[in-house]
């Protein structure tokens, strides 16, 4: 797998080189994806621009890296403006697959799934808060 890697606080960027995601690139894939997780990267961003084709097991490596993602209440974005592409990926029916024209944009999302994150967070810290306040009060 030809590609580069961009690490941010927040984010991993990896860029691939190759024209097609699948066979040895998809498990090569998988394996540098468990190892940003496993440095505490739940956001990956993953510019696909030169890909044209994805096989049957590049879709089910994305399907885990997804859903690996997810679970970590983190994202996974394609980056691609390959209209064949995504509609093939869209086809491939990976649950909150999320597939943007620009890394610039992808940054973004990645952002604002921080902040919403956030939010969550807080509003579930306000609920306990606001539950032992009621109590107080009676």
């Known amino acids: 797998m030809n590609y580069t890697i961009e690490r941010n606080e927040q984010y991993a960027l990896i860029r691939l080189a190759d024209s097609e995601f ?20 739940s956001n990956i961003i993953v510019d696909i621009a030169p890909v044209q084709a994805v096989d049957q097991a590049g879709i089910t490596i994305i399907r885990k890296i997804n859903r690996q993602c997810s679970n970590e209440l983190g994202l996974l974005v394609l980056v691609t403006k390959n209209d064949e592409l995504i509609e093939f990926l869209d086809k491939a029916n990976i649950s909150d697959l999320t597939i943007l024209p620009t890394v610039e944009e992808a940054v973004d999302a990645v952002f604002m799934n921080e902040l919403e994150n956030d939010f969550r967070s807080e509003d579930d810290d306000e609920y306990d808060a606001g539950g032992s306040i009621s109590r107080d009060a009676e």
């Open 22 to 41: 699948g066979g040895d690139i998809s498990t090569d894939f998988e394996t540098l994806s468990r190892t940003l997780f496993r440095s505490g990267y």
